[in-house]
């Protein structure tokens, strides 16, 4: 089946330890999109990449980064992972950026916990 | 500011019928969706409405109000699998998706 996978599903690292999240898809989506969401709130946009076009929140830290090497495969690293990191991160897919239905298909997270 | 308002959380009874409002001030329209998210799981998509009116799908159906920024997911014949978060969210003029923080539907026996 087509789908999302991110990899790893749970993460445990220290303060400062630097930390790299993967997702890849099958979907061949060109859109694909890096999530933080903290318990009980909304899913914040971190970035989203247009094919290779690289769209980076302006409320996003430096402390995140993100690389897609190609259509398949997108990474989300975390430099120097404080307290405030701790979060599940959604990658998401999706066809085009946003005209019709275009419904996002997530992959089922990555939990992060920073000790 | 853009903002998505729904309820923090709602308790409701298996087999019964439960109404979850999203009401909406976002910079411009195009589209609102309903997202189901079991507890530690990923969104999956549930409905989708771009003009008002009632969309049906099975047990859930989707209203919009443009005009009034409103929106309601209602559940029908509710399952203890329903049980989850539900989130709203609008995609404004810039075709950025705009969320809300999510509803907790809490089903009892």
């Known amino acids: 089946d087509a789908m999302v996978i991110q990899n790893p599903r749970y993460q445990v690292t220290q303060f400062g330890k630097p930390v790299t999240l993967s997702c890849s898809q099958t979907?061949?989506?060109?859109?694909m999109y890096w999530y933080q969401q903290k318990s009980s709130q909304a899913p914040k946009l971190l970035f989203h990449y247009y094919d290779k076009d690289f769209n980076n929140e302006a409320d996003t830290p430096d402390n995140f980064q993100s690389r897609r090497p190609n259509t398949s495969f997108c990474f989300l690293d975390i430099r120097s992972p404080g307290l405030g990191d701790a979060a599940m991160y959604l990658c998401?897919?999706?066809?085009?950026?946003?005209?019709?239905?275009?419904?996002?298909?997530f992959g089922a997270g990555s939990r992060l916990t920073v000790l | 500011g853009q903002n998505i308002d729904q309820p923090t959380e709602m308790t409701a009874t298996e087999g019964a019928i439960v109404q979850i409002n999203c009401t909406y001030q976002?910079?411009?329209?195009?589209?609102l969706f309903w997202y189901q998210q079991h507890a530690g799981e990923a969104p999956t998509f549930l409905s989708y409405n771009v003009l008002d009116g009632l969309e049906e799908k099975g047990r859930f159906s989707s209203f919009l109000s443009r005009s009034k920024g409103y929106s309601y997911l209602l559940l029908k014949e509710l399952q203890m699998k329903d049980s989850a978060s539900y989130l709203c969210?609008?995609?404004?003029?810039?075709?950025?998706?705009?969320w809300g923080a999510g509803t907790k539907l809490i089903i009892k026996p």
């Open positions: 979907l061949n989506h060109n859109v």
């Open positions: 969210a609008v995609r404004d003029s810039n075709y950025q998706l705009i």
């Open positions: 998401a897919t999706s066809r085009d950026g946003g005209t019709g239905a275009n419904v996002l298909t």
């Open positions: 976002t910079s411009g329209f195009n589209g």
